[in-house]
């Protein structure tokens, strides 16, 4: 099935995953990619039958001060396309953990737009809502400047929500991992709240 991996070893040891993404084989360095990959994860489902939710957490993210960090980008990007085709049976919604994550570890945005153009359409269609939660000034303005790019029905479908509990409100959280970095972000917002 379509982004399916096989793991082989290459030369010098290095581990790779070969995967089909849109009909077209790619191989991932998943040597490189290996502190990375919390990145995206399985968070559960929603509502009734197979509805997935998909987490993709920001602070996971390599700094763009790595050395080799667009070889780095670029297999992370083959592996979160290919784990999307894999975790997702039917319709899905993904949750964009931003809060906490540093804007030398945010995407830029040809990454975002490559992302969304390889998606193919079946999982396009299915996606039901994208959920950016903890939403910066960096964040508003990278989708505002997308807009060109992505369609409208697409652009309909991102929700922004300002905190864990109002993301509580729209799914089930149980099987939802916050990273350290999302819950002293809340932690901050809501002490700095207090003290207004």
């Known amino acids: 099935a379509d982004g399916e991996g096989v793991d082989g070893t290459?030369?010098?040891?290095?581990?790779?995953?070969?995967?089909?993404?849109?009909?077209?084989?790619?191989r991932i360095d998943?040597?490189?990619?290996?502190?990375y990959l919390h990145v995206i994860s399985h968070g559960g489902y929603y509502g009734e039958g197979l509805n997935a939710i998909i987490v993709f957490t920001a602070c996971y993210l390599p700094d763009s001060s790595c050395p080799d960090y667009h070889y780095l980008m670029e297999n992370l990007f083959l592996y979160v396309v290919s784990s999307l085709e894999m975790l997702v049976a039917e319709d899905y919604l993904i949750i964009y953990m931003n809060g906490g994550t540093p804007r030398s570890k945010m995407p830029g945005i040809s990454w975002l737009k490559k992302c969304y153009q390889m998606i193919d359409r079946r999982l396009r269609k299915n996606l039901k809502s994208l959920i950016i939660a903890h939403p910066s000034w960096f964040i508003r303005t990278v989708i505002a400047i997308s807009?060109?790019?992505i369609s409208v029905k697409f652009m309909n479908k991102i929700r922004y929500v300002h905190s864990l509990e109002e993301l509580e409100k729209i799914v089930p959280m149980d099987?939802?991992?916050?990273?350290?970095c999302v819950l002293q972000f809340?932690?901050?917002r809501m002490n700095a709240r207090k003290e207004r």
């Open 30 to 35: 998943m040597q490189v990619i290996r502190p």
């Open 147 to 149: 807009k060109p790019f």
């Open 186 to 188: 809340e932690e901050g």
């Open 175 to 180: 099987h939802i991992q916050i990273p350290e």
């Open 10 to 26: 290459g030369v010098n040891g290095r581990l790779w995953r070969t995967v089909i993404i849109g009909e077209q084989e790619h």
